[in-house]
């Protein structure tokens, strides 16, 4: 099984950004679609972002679209959040998850929340 591990996060001004980044390391990252969700206190865990293994397609949650943007570099076995024009309403903890598979399958499967791996988490957090 894959093991994910966030960087990136941190403290920032409404309007600022930040890019997030998850390696995977324990099998071919390239096996695997991989995705962003994301977590406030009282809140349930949020879809933000999903890539296919070969990084050809893209989807993105409704909140975010337009400001953030997801990409992978399969020769570092890493992927990105690119978060620009950040909102006080961003702030959470965002997770890294990916689900084996080079179908559309995987990528459906994954958006639902339902990942083979997640990461431990990492804070972002945005002032007004």
């Known amino acids: 099984q894959v093991q994910l591990v966030e960087s990136g996060g941190g403290s920032v001004q409404a309007g600022g950004s930040l890019r997030l980044s998850c390696v995977a390391s324990?099998?071919?990252?390239?096996?695997?679609?991989m995705g962003w969700f994301r977590q406030s206190p009282g809140k349930g865990r949020e879809f933000v972002a999903t890539i296919t293994w070969s990084g050809d397609n893209t989807y993105l949650g409704d909140s975010v679209k337009g400001r953030f943007a997801i990409s992978r570099d399969n020769a570092k076995n890493t992927v990105y959040l690119q978060m620009d024009r950040l909102k006080p309403e961003d702030t959470a903890i965002y997770y890294c998850a990916a689900v084996e598979g080079r179908r559309q399958s995987a990528i459906a499967t994954l958006s639902l929340g339902r990942a083979e791996a997640w990461g431990q988490g990492t804070q972002v957090t945005v002032s007004s």
């Open positions: 324990g099998r071919t990252s390239s096996d695997y679609a």
